[in-house]
């Protein structure tokens, strides 16, 4: 299949889609409902950093966390003792709203010192001349300010994981995304780094889809998968690679792909003509 064949099948799913159920039905569709770029990017780096699970849940779980801070994110945490008060009860999976309060101060701290964490990541972007020591450097930051740490239990790693490890690190460059991509009606376009040096957020999903398209051959979920990914989406688009993260990600949802010759579930899969389950050379 060549590179051509493969743009046009995704750039097909993209056009198809209607982009307005998609941001309704997705936490970064609660990202869009803050004025302010202060709030835009805590609550985008909030929504990003629970997103595990499902949808669903994790859409009630944000807002009533949400509800609990009130109307300004950004600013409630200038007031942590209030801020862990209003989060105490607050549960998801391995978060507790300790842990909430301690991100949302360690950022809030960051953009106090900086002006904003687009600022702050342009800066250690620039010092480090690539995504993954300047994410590294990112997340220490907000960490270290929020004292987000713990000896007994997993919540605020997970939280925030280390980008110097084997991970994906899928929900921080979905963040990344949210916030460098132009605004199209998901992402907000809100810092100013170029997409080109963007990496794919990559979840079990798209690793499946992308092996499926012969994006990557890794059978593990690595950083290194996601590397592999992104290179082949930059032979489509060198200057907006992550712009097909939309339509991977919606075929992923939408079609429960088998990951095999199934006429039945792959009917009306968008890549089926550069899917290598059914592409005849
Ligand atoms: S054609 Fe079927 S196996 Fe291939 S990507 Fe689509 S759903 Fe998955």
């Not at 801070?69 to 105490?88: F, I, N, T």
């Not at 010192?113 to 250690?124: P, Q, V, Y």
């Not at 993954?132 to 000896?151: E, N, Q, V, W």
């Not at 790693?157 to 110097?164: A, E, F, G, T, V």
Request: net charge positive; charged share 30%; hydrophobic share 40%.
């Amino acid at each position: 299949m060549s590179d051509a064949q493969l743009r046009d099948a995704l750039d097909a799913v993209r056009a198809r889609a209607d982009l307005a159920a998609r941001r309704t039905s997705d936490p970064v569709g609660v990202v869009h409902r803050y004025e302010d770029p202060l709030d835009r990017e805590i609550v985008g780096l909030i929504a990003a950093a629970i997103a595990f699970g499902n949808v669903k849940t994790i859409l009630a779980k944000l807002g009533d966390l949400l509800d609990r801070v009130g109307p300004s994110p950004s600013r409630a945490a200038d007031h942590p003792a209030e801020l862990k008060a209003r989060l105490r009860g607050w549960k998801h999976r391995v978060f507790i709203g300790d842990d909430l309060a301690r991100l949302l101060i360690g950022a809030r701290s960051v953009q106090l010192a900086n002006g904003s964490l687009g600022r702050d990541f342009a800066a250690k972007f620039e010092e480090h001349g690539a995504i993954r020591p300047a994410l590294a450097a990112f997340c220490d930051g907000i960490r270290d300010a929020g004292k987000l740490r713990s000896r007994t239990r997993r919540g605020p790693s997970h939280l925030l994981p280390d980008p110097r490890g084997s991970s994906g690190v899928k929900r921080l460059l979905l963040f990344l995304r949210w916030m460098v991509r132009p605004a199209d009606g998901i992402d907000l376009g809100l810092w100013s780094l170029d997409p080109a040096h963007l990496l794919m957020p990559v979840d079990t999903h798209i690793h499946k889809l992308a092996r499926n398209l012969g994006l990557t051959r890794e059978e593990r979920l690595t950083w290194r998968a996601t590397e592999e990914i992104t290179a082949a989406l930059s032979r489509l688009d060198r200057r907006d690679p992550t712009k097909y993260d939309f339509s991977l990600c919606h075929m992923g949802m939408l079609q429960r792909c088998p990951s095999r010759r199934d006429p039945v579930r792959c009917e009306g899969c968008g890549v089926m003509p550069v899917c290598r389950h059914w592409h005849v050379r």
